[in-house]
């Protein structure tokens, strides 16, 4: 093993709920620099331990923390942590990644990841102090919300400074929407079911405590690269709307594009006029902040000051607006208070939102009747309905109980057609603005390993760059037209996945490096600067070619265990009203649809640079060879899952 040094503590550790065996292995360095971090770390450790025959709520089912490689340095941004299990919304690969303070707290404690495996017999919270590992009784946190738990861990701890991470009472529950939170409500990770998988382990919270120091191996190369990414941010023209409105900006993009997705993703034109951002900012604004180390500033807390909802205070991302949207929601006060609820309950926000309004076209269109509904009105715009039925999900109440299993498996259970109206990608619901229009961000969401997922691939730099750079590195001009533009899609596709996978590897938040206002100032953060700042941190010499590549191994890590999982090309597809159903309400998309043509020929162009069969989507063996994963490519053979 090579010699420890630079942004890794240098330890793993692993807890046995079930037996409450501890277990500490040195990290091995050249593990370390071929995946790198966080996502790399989760997906390759999850890939070895959880065949097909383990099923999510299995306790062998593993849970991985993986702070990222560069977390607990003083990288800008570099504040992210990664959440690795077999999914229960997709019974497949499954992950999340959060801000927050505990993956520092859990790398200065000395570890690099945390694995958990088994099933406490009762409910137990996990105290990581150094050194120290204990399994602790639970029971007088049971039933408490996110933000009581983590404020009763640090009163019981007498340390306000611990990082946590808790479930809420939807966790508990195994709502397939659960999610984990970090440091009460500061992070959250948030899709695939993470929340469900913890609270099936009996795990309520995980608290640490750490005090050693993470090292940088070459101060002086690191100065430049910090003092080159405040010089690249301070011209970039993405940043200053991003630090006035955070997230909330996204609404302009959604605006411009008409690609709200509102009313169970039927509307691409919505009334917004109340939900423009500077609404937020400027009536219910009360905190503007940032992640550890990040000088970009766009996390917001913010205040309702009078009515039914008055005093709430709470975390809100953009996510919040879009799914309140998606259920006829257009005022801004229930957006903040459905946000408040599904932080306290431990609730995936889009899954949630997506689900209800799900349930609410179903009622509609009469597949859902008063009886089946708990005899509430499930109407569109209505927000005493939304914030009833989300505590419903949370406690598993009534109609909740079938909507806590997400819209696939919901539809499934209420039948007569109802899956049409199910809006999701391999069981995981849909995320950020309407794919209609574009086809690049149709099929972006069809590869997604996670499921359907804006954040696993960037589909926007087809907004960014020139026709000229389209054929520089996407070996066409068309890559650039977002319209008509067919070949140069599906490489353009496949380097964005590859992009983006670095910043779940190294732990750089994606608005701060991979969100640019230019192609050349996306490549200057995202990639340049990246291998710049690991290399500073760990003295190693990795080309920006390589880091690509790591991104691109990691992918094909997640790719790998999904067709182990027995997914192929038939799971790369978007739901059926997409290629339907013309686009309503008006707007700049109105009456677009993807075309089912355009959308197979990107595809195959995808799989073709990807390197994976066109016909099943399934991987080559020389692929999976060429990237250092020989011993994947014999497991596929073995279970005839090549391509």
């Known amino acids: 093993m090579a010699k420890r040094k630079g942004s890794y503590a240098g330890k793993i550790l692993r807890v046995d709920?079930?037996?409450?065996?501890?277990?500490?292995?040195?990290?091995?360095?050249?593990?370390a620099h071929k995946y790198i971090g966080g996502r790399g770390f989760g997906s390759r450790f999850l890939y070895n331990e959880v065949p097909p025959e383990v099923a999510p709520f299995d306790p062998e089912n593993r849970l991985i923390?993986?702070?990222?490689?560069?977390?607990?340095?003083?990288?800008?941004?570099?504040?992210?942590?990664?959440?690795?299990?077999?999914?229960?919304?997709?019974?497949?690969?499954?992950?999340?990644?959060?801000?927050?303070?505990?993956?520092?707290?859990?790398?200065?404690?000395?570890?690099?990841?945390?694995?958990?495996?088994?099933?406490?017999?009762?409910?137990?919270?996990l105290w990581v102090d150094n050194e120290k590992v204990e399994i602790r009784d639970a029971a007088?946190?049971?039933?408490?919300?996110?933000?009581?738990?983590?404020?009763?861990?640090k009163e019981s701890l007498g340390d306000p400074e611990i990082g946590t991470l808790v479930i809420g009472p939807a966790g508990e529950k195994k709502v397939r929407l659960a999610s984990i939170f970090s440091d009460g409500i500061m992070g959250t990770f948030a899709r695939t079911g993470l929340g469900a998988v913890m609270g099936s382990k009996n795990l309520k919270a995980v608290a640490t405590r750490g005090t050693q120091d993470i090292g940088i191996a070459d101060v002086e190369a690191f100065r430049k690269a910090y003092q080159d990414y405040l010089q690249v941010i301070s011209v970039d023209p993405y940043v200053p709307p991003a630090t006035k409105y955070g997230t909330?900006?996204?609404m302009y993009h959604r605006v411009k594009f008409g690609i709200h997705g509102a009313k169970n993703w039927r509307l691409g034109d919505f009334d917004w006029k109340r939900l423009d951002p500077e609404v937020f900012r400027s009536d219910y604004q009360i905190k503007a902040s940032a992640c550890p180390m990040c000088p970009v500033l766009c996390r917001r807390e913010y205040r309702i000051p009078s009515g039914k909802y008055a005093g709430t205070v709470t975390k809100l991302e953009w996510e919040a607006i879009a799914r309140c949207m998606t259920c006829g929601i257009n005022e801004p006060e229930p957006v903040i208070y459905f946000s408040h609820l599904c932080n306290q309950y431990g609730l995936d926000i889009e899954g949630v939102g997506d689900t209800i309004a799900f349930a609410m076209e179903c009622y509609e269109k009469g597949l859902l009747q008063d009886k089946d509904t708990d005899h509430l009105p499930l109407h569109f715009g209505n927000p005493d309905v939304l914030m009833e039925v989300t505590r419903k999900i949370a406690f598993r109440e009534g109609l909740g109980d079938l909507l806590a299993e997400g819209t696939l498996r919901a539809a499934r259970t209420i039948g007569k057609g109802a899956e049409q109206f199910a809006m999701q990608v391999k069981g995981s619901e849909m995320s950020a603005g309407d794919p209609r229009g574009m086809p690049v961000r149709a099929v972006s969401y069809a590869t997604s390993t996670r499921g359907s997922d804006h954040l696993r691939s960037n589909p926007y730099v087809e907004e960014l760059i020139t026709p000229e750079e389209g054929l520089q590195f996407f070996d066409s001009t068309e890559a650039a037209d977002i319209f008509q533009g067919?070949?140069?899609?599906?490489?353009?596709?496949?380097?964005?996945?590859?992009?983006?996978?670095?910043?779940?590897?190294?732990?750089?938040?994606?608005?701060?490096?991979?969100?640019?206002?230019?192609?050349?100032?996306?490549?200057?953060?995202?990639?340049?600067?990246?291998?710049?700042?690991?290399?500073?941190?760990?003295?190693?010499?990795?080309?920006?070619?390589?880091?690509?590549?790591?991104?691109?191994?990691?992918?094909?890590?997640?790719?790998?265990?999904?067709?182990?999982?027995?997914?192929?090309?038939?799971?790369d597809i978007i739901p059926e009203r997409f290629?339907?159903?013309?686009?309503?309400?008006?707007?700049?998309?109105?009456?677009?649809?993807?075309?089912?043509?355009?959308?197979?020929?990107?595809?195959?162009?995808?799989?073709?640079?990807?390197?994976?069969?066109?016909?099943?989507?399934?991987?080559?063996?020389?692929?999976?060879?060429?990237?250092?994963?020989?011993?994947?490519?014999?497991?596929?053979?073995?279970?005839?899952?090549l391509g």
């Open 17 to 31: 709920l079930s037996t409450g065996k501890v277990e500490k292995k040195d990290l091995d360095l050249d593990f």
């Open 65 to 125: 923390f993986s702070p990222d490689a560069l977390f607990g340095t003083a990288v800008p941004a570099a504040s992210r942590t990664t959440a690795t299990v077999k999914s229960p919304t997709t019974e497949m690969f499954g992950d999340g990644h959060s801000s927050g303070h505990w993956g520092a707290a859990l790398k200065s404690a000395g570890y690099d990841m945390l694995i958990l495996q088994g099933a406490a017999p009762k409910p137990v919270y």
């Open 140 to 153: 007088s946190l049971w039933r408490k919300t996110t933000m009581e738990t983590h404020q009763a861990l």
């Open 248 to 250: 909330c900006r996204f």
């Open 486 to 571: 067919l070949k140069g899609k599906g490489r353009l596709l496949a380097w964005s996945e590859n992009l983006v996978t670095i910043a779940d590897l190294l732990g750089l938040c994606k608005f701060a490096y991979y969100r640019s206002a230019t192609f050349s100032y996306l490549r200057k953060k995202g990639v340049e600067l990246a291998t710049r700042f690991y290399n500073a941190c760990n003295g190693t010499k990795l080309t920006e070619e390589e880091m690509l590549r790591a991104g691109e191994r990691v992918f094909n890590i997640e790719k790998a265990f999904n067709a182990r999982e027995g997914a192929g090309r038939e799971k």
């Open 579 to 641: 290629f339907n159903e013309p686009l309503a309400g008006g707007g700049p998309s109105a009456g677009a649809v993807v075309d089912r043509e355009k959308f197979n020929l990107i595809l195959e162009e995808y799989y073709d640079c990807r390197g994976w069969n066109e016909k099943t989507g399934l991987q080559k063996k020389e692929t999976l060879e060429r990237l250092g994963l020989k011993d994947i490519a014999e497991d596929l053979a073995k279970r005839g899952r």
